[in-house]
Nanobody
């Protein structure tokens, strides 16, 4: 059973930084790409960033490109999202996600992911 547990969210001011973590268990972490999504109140869950199995390739939503960095430590079974220059519009619940199949790489659609964490709240005040 794959389990994903996010942590690191909180309340910050605009311009601050946060680093989210996602601890994974239940299968070989390094064999699967990973992704981050977020969902703001009243909005659909949207793609934020994705990373390949080894971590050599990444992909970002335009809204976070240049400010957020996705990374992974396969030895620790952990996914990260470093968020810099945070804006009030970044306020959302952030979810890490994993696909069922190892062939899925750098996917941006919600339907490409089968496992989800419980989410961690990020609130950015102006």
């Amino acid at each position: 059973q794959v389990q994903l547990v996010e942590s690191g969210g909180g309340l910050v001011q605009a311009g601050d930084s946060l680093r989210l973590s996602c601890s994974a268990s239940g299968r070989t972490f390094s064999s699967y790409a990973m992704g981050w999504f977020r969902q703001a109140p009243g909005k659909e869950r949207e793609f934020v960033a994705a990373i390949s199995r080894i971590g050599g390739r990444t992909f970002y939503a335009d809204s976070v490109k240049g400010r957020f960095t996705i990374s992974r430590d396969n030895a620790k079974n952990t996914l990260y999202l470093q968020m810099n220059s945070l804006k009030p519009e970044d306020t959302a619940v952030y979810y890490c996600a994993a696909p069922l199949r190892s062939r899925v790489e750098l996917a941006t659609r919600r339907d490409d992911y089968d496992y989800w964490g419980q989410g961690t709240q990020v609130t950015v005040s102006s």
